[in-house]
């Protein structure tokens, strides 16, 4: 058994710290991007549109059957393919991994979120509905004002759990040589030869991050009991 | 489309037995990895239900350390790192197995055990689940601790979760994929390297894509099958795969609708 030094982390803190920031960014704009057009989904669904109403279950479901590794396979072969044919000349456009990484991750997590706004808008009182047709909203004020606030506040410990899964699964881009944290010491550990120093670190800026973030949402989660006990 | 698939590779056999060969090995680690998961999983989530502290404390340790790692780190964890903490002959004979199996194993490890925490909250959230009753009549009716586990607790809450289980199936096969990242030859890694030989990328992960979805219909009927075969007559759970996958911790759709209303 070697020993271990882990100088070598403190030296490499800077790129590891470039990384997580990547990872980061990903988390944040795939939570943006998936929130958008996840509620899209999920209303889509809610007032059963034609047509869109089965492409979007097809979209949800396939894109929850396949593993992430190979939606980010396909969208890498993909997106500049369509990129192209959507620009007119049809010929695929290279936008690189970067942007290929938050365009999937974006539309992967879509399928996620708007699955949980679904149950949510199910699960909202019908006399929330009437009261509002008593008050002579209109149908887009009825859920711009009330119902998509309360779904989202009611939903939000489950919309941030999923959050956390998220942020784990950023690390995937692996996959596409990017520099995400487990990029960034994964690479440094191929110059340097410290694997063990190099995973173990990322290891536990994992688990320090996400559980925080679950005792956070544990913490919002005991709130919102709270405030419904009393009332 | 597929004709491709049926064209000799450069060693002689075709496309489709490279694919037929990832798909054998994502089936291995995901119905071996399941069982370690699901007999880990329970016992870890009795760990987290029992009045023992340091019992509780050790599975509730396991729990938060195998959630909150990636499971892609995890696995590098496994592979990489494992064979160099662990005594030198120990290591180097981990380090030298032959290699489908020196990648298999640290894989199937890996992906077993990261489930099992994720079940241990599902199997936790099902003792929780079962009314305070049930424990008092074992209590009155003189059964030890171990065996109102063993005989009411424990049966009552698998049978009560297995909705939420559905999940975790749908959620370790789809894992299996992140083996490709320690040079394990599974379906994904098949599919990218069918693709990168013949150029024909979009019928290589076409295949692939067809036969997860496959998979996951089958890993969902068969888990509806047990749960219509086993279900407690008069508990209605959310019985909805979507309902169930939502679920970092299994209570939250239940108590949605709960909550909804006390918001109004």
Same mark, same amino acid.
């Given at each position: 058994?070697?020993?271990?030094?882990?100088?070598?982390?403190?030296?490499?803190?800077?790129?590891?710290?470039?990384?997580?920031?990547?990872?980061?960014?990903?988390?944040?704009?795939?939570?943006?991007?998936?929130?958008?057009?996840?509620?899209?989904?999920?209303?889509?669904?809610?007032?059963?549109?034609?047509?869109?109403?089965? /492409?979007?279950?097809?979209? *949800?479901? =396939?894109?929850?059957?396949?593993? @992430?590794?190979? #939606? $980010?396979?396909?969208?890498?072969? &993909?997106?500049?393919?369509?990129?192209?044919?959507?620009?007119?000349?049809?010929?695929?456009?290279?936008?690189?991994?970067?942007?290929?990484?938050?365009?999937?991750?974006?539309?992967?997590?879509?399928?996620?979120?708007?699955?949980?706004?679904?149950?949510?808008?199910?699960?909202?009182?019908?006399?929330?509905?009437?009261?509002?047709?008593?008050?002579?909203?209109?149908?887009?004020?009825?859920?711009?004002?009330?119902?998509?606030?309360?779904?989202?506040?009611?939903?939000?410990?489950? /919309?941030?759990?999923?959050? *956390?899964? =998220?942020?784990?699964?950023?690390? @995937?881009?692996? #996959? $596409?040589?990017?520099?995400?944290? &487990?990029?960034?010491?994964?690479?440094?550990?191929?110059?340097?030869?410290?694997?063990?120093?190099?995973?173990?670190?990322?290891?536990?800026?994992?688990?320090?991050?996400?559980?925080?973030?679950?005792?956070?949402?544990?913490?919002?989660?005991?709130?919102?009991?709270?405030?419904?006990?009393?009332? | 489309?597929?004709?491709?698939?049926?064209?000799?590779?450069?060693?002689?056999?075709?496309?489709?037995?490279?694919?037929?060969?990832?798909?054998?090995?994502?089936?291995?680690?995901?119905?071996f990895g399941w069982w370690i998961a699901f007999a880990v999983g329970v016992v870890v989530g009795i760990g987290r239900s029992v009045q023992n502290r340091l019992a509780a404390a050790l599975a509730r340790l396991y729990v938060e350390v195998f959630r909150n790692i990636p499971v892609l780190v995890q696995m590098f964890l496994w592979y990489f790192v494992l064979p160099e903490i662990l005594?030198?002959?120990?290591?180097?004979?981990?380090?030298?197995?032959?290699?489908?199996?020196?990648?298999?194993?640290?894989?199937?490890?890996?992906?077993?055990?990261?489930?099992?925490?994720?079940?241990?909250?599902?199997?936790?959230?099902?003792?929780?689940?079962?009314?305070?009753?049930?424990?008092?009549?074992?209590?009155?009716?003189?059964?030890?601790?171990?065996?109102?586990?063993?005989?009411?607790?424990?049966?009552?809450?698998?049978?009560?979760?297995?909705?939420?289980?559905?999940?975790?199936?749908?959620?370790?096969?789809?894992?299996?994929?992140?083996?490709?990242?320690?040079?394990?030859?599974?379906?994904?890694?098949?599919?990218?390297?069918?693709?990168?030989?013949?150029?024909?990328?979009?019928?290589?992960?076409?295949?692939?894509?067809?036969?997860?979805?496959?998979?996951?219909?089958?890993?969902?009927?068969?888990?509806?099958?047990?749960?219509?075969?086993?279900?407690?007559?008069?508990?209605?759970?959310?019985?909805?795969?979507?309902?169930?996958?939502?679920?970092?911790?299994?209570?939250?759709?239940?108590?949605?609708?709960?909550?909804?209303?006390?918001?109004?």
């Amino acid at each position: 058994m070697n020993s271990l030094d882990f100088t070598i982390v403190l030296q490499a803190w800077p790129y590891l710290w470039s990384g997580l920031l990547f990872s980061l960014a990903l988390t944040a704009a795939a939570f943006l991007i998936g929130m958008i057009l996840g509620t899209g989904f999920a209303l889509v669904q809610h007032f059963e549109i034609r047509v869109l109403n089965q /492409i979007v279950r097809g979209y *949800i479901t =396939l894109i929850r059957s396949i593993p @992430l590794i190979l #939606v $980010l396979f396909w969208f890498f072969f &993909l997106v500049p393919i369509v990129l192209g044919h959507l620009s007119g000349n049809g010929r695929p456009i290279p936008i690189g991994a970067t942007y290929t990484a938050f365009i999937t991750f974006g539309l992967f997590e879509a399928a996620y979120y708007s699955e949980i706004i679904r149950v949510g808008l199910r699960a909202v009182n019908r006399g929330q509905f009437e009261a509002c047709q008593a008050l002579a909203l209109s149908s887009f004020d009825t859920y711009r004002h009330v119902i998509l606030p309360q779904v989202f506040r009611v939903a939000s410990p489950i /919309i941030l759990s999923q959050t *956390i899964i =998220l942020f784990q699964d950023t690390s @995937l881009v692996y #996959v $596409l040589s990017l520099t995400d944290l &487990l990029g960034a010491a994964s690479k440094l550990a191929q110059l340097n030869g410290r694997l063990v120093e190099m995973y173990l670190t990322v290891a536990v800026i994992y688990i320090v991050i996400s559980s925080a973030a679950s005792q956070c949402v544990a913490t919002l989660r005991r709130r919102y009991a709270l405030t419904g006990a009393h009332r | 489309m597929f004709r491709v698939l049926f064209e000799q590779t450069a060693d002689g056999q075709l496309y489709i037995d490279w694919l037929l060969s990832g798909l054998g090995w994502t089936l291995a680690l995901a119905f071996f990895g399941w069982w370690i998961a699901f007999a880990v999983g329970v016992v870890v989530g009795i760990g987290r239900s029992v009045q023992n502290r340091l019992a509780a404390a050790l599975a509730r340790l396991y729990v938060e350390v195998f959630r909150n790692i990636p499971v892609l780190v995890q696995m590098f964890l496994w592979y990489f790192v494992l064979p160099e903490i662990l005594p030198s002959s120990l290591g180097n004979a981990i380090k030298q197995m032959p290699p489908p199996w020196g990648m298999f194993f640290p894989a199937l490890l890996c992906l077993g055990l990261y489930t099992a925490a994720r079940i241990a909250e599902q199997v936790r959230a099902g003792i929780e689940a079962l009314p305070k009753g049930q424990i008092e009549a074992a209590n009155a009716l003189g059964l030890s601790g171990y065996l109102t586990y063993r005989h009411v607790v424990v049966p009552q809450a698998l049978r009560l979760i297995v909705p939420s289980l559905t999940s975790e199936v749908m959620g370790i096969y789809k894992n299996t994929s992140v083996a490709l990242t320690i040079g394990l030859m599974e379906l994904t890694a098949q599919a990218r390297q069918i693709s990168e030989a013949t150029f024909q990328t979009f019928t290589a992960f076409g295949a692939a894509t067809l036969i997860y979805l496959a998979l996951a219909l089958i890993a969902y009927q068969t888990m509806m099958f047990i749960d219509k075969a086993v279900r407690i007559p008069g508990t209605a759970l959310v019985k909805d795969i979507t309902g169930a996958e939502l679920m970092e911790e299994p209570k939250g759709v239940d108590r949605l609708p709960v909550v909804m209303e006390a918001a109004q």
